[in-house]
């Protein structure tokens, strides 16, 4: 079974049996600024993935990916996809996204510090 370590706001260990794996986290809005066929990552159950070079060999097309270009599309991705696709395309996956409440709280203590 994973576990999964919290190292900072921006980066969590997740430790499986001969398996450790950096994953790194990313805001809403660091995924938004990527939205464009040239440049694209989707949000998938709170996973981030850059298609930007899987965009020609989905075989759903590049059309509809426009649509969802640095959103959330967990929605859409299960409307139309295998129960199995997601896991087998996790090279896709470049980290995950942060709570927004781990954000706030380190914002806070930095305030106080400064
Ligand atoms: C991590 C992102 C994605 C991956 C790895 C991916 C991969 C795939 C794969 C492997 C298929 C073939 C069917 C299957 O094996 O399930 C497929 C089909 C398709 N995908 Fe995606 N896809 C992604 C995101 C999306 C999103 C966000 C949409 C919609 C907004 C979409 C729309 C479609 C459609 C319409 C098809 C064709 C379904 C059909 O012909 O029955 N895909 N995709």
Partial sequence: ??????LSDETSL???PNEITLI??????????????????IIVDGGVYDLTKFLS??????????????????????????????????????GDLGSGKKKAIFFGLKLGNS
């Fill in 57 to 94: 060999e989905h075989p759903g097309g590049k059309k509809i990916l426009q649509g969802v270009a640095g959103k959330d599309a967990s929605k859409k991705f299960h409307k139309y996809h295998r129960k199995t696709t997601l896991a087998e395309y996790n090279r896709l996956r470049i």
């Fill in 14 to 16: 997740q430790t499986e």
């Fill in 24 to 41: 790194k986290r990313f805001s809403p809005k660091e995924v938004a600024e990527h939205n464009s066929l040239e440049d694209i990552w």
């Fill in 1 to 6: 079974m994973a576990t999964t370590t919290q």
